[in-house]
């Protein structure tokens, strides 16, 4: 018996667990007969549909949730993600994915899942993670929101500490000492893009501020604009993210003293189309 609509992130897969169990059912079911049912012309909608060669409309998502059979809140829950699914922006996926939350908050929901979009929906709670253990704050929050750069209220630290506690991110002695978990946060691939780029857009901008916030002695801007072709584009991607994890992510697990909280950004992205068949050949740089 396959899933209920609630607990997909991705409403083709959905579609295709559904017209798999109905082919299992009934032999005789086919894509046809789905069209007819929703009423389209053409016979092999849904399957262009579930291979992601057709998006759905409004009006298409109203003919499916009748041919599906859903009820009001799943057909609320499958329009919705019909949409998260298929914007394009940033701010659109925010939205939709906060109204399929709403309904993933049921009874038996993933707990885990709705925590990683909480911890990465604000800038700072990875930041309270570090300063939680490194700052003997003794549960005064207006101080260790006061540690943080750009300030953050005592409530939102508070809130802060309590979602690492319920995410068992750290621990309490329950007498203001905290000390960090080795958990870590595994979702569905759907939510965690999203919630991972509202987290890098938001250090992003704190990286932009922190050129007029700090002087030249406490941060560090560099930057380089090249040419080169694809092969050494990707290369240098896997460069940087090795750079990150193999070297200074090390570094800092090996250092006993905690004296301030740093974020580390490293960003490669294209200034320019891919030149394609208009690249001019070998480079010579004397010419």
Known sequence: MMKPVFEYMNYRDFLRDYYAEKKEQHSFYSYRLFSQKAGFKSPNFLKLVVEGQRNLSKESVFKFCRALGLKKKESDYFENLVFFNQSKSLEEKNAYLTRLMRHRAR????????????????????????????LDFKDDFRKLGQAVVPAISAADAEKSVRLLLDLGFVKTD???????????????AMVRSVAIANYHKAMLQLASDSIERFGSGERDVESLTVSVSEETYRLMMKKAQDFLVKELLPMAEADKKSERVAQINVQIFPLSQRLGADAKGDRDDNA
């Open 174 to 188: 329950g007498q203001g000492a905290y000390w960090k978990t080795s958990a870590s946060l595994t979702t569905g």
């Open 107 to 134: 009874p038996g929901a993933k707990k885990i899942e709705k925590g990683e979009f909480a911890y990465y929906s604000e800038w700072y709670h990875p930041v309270v993670r570090e300063l939680a253990v490194a």
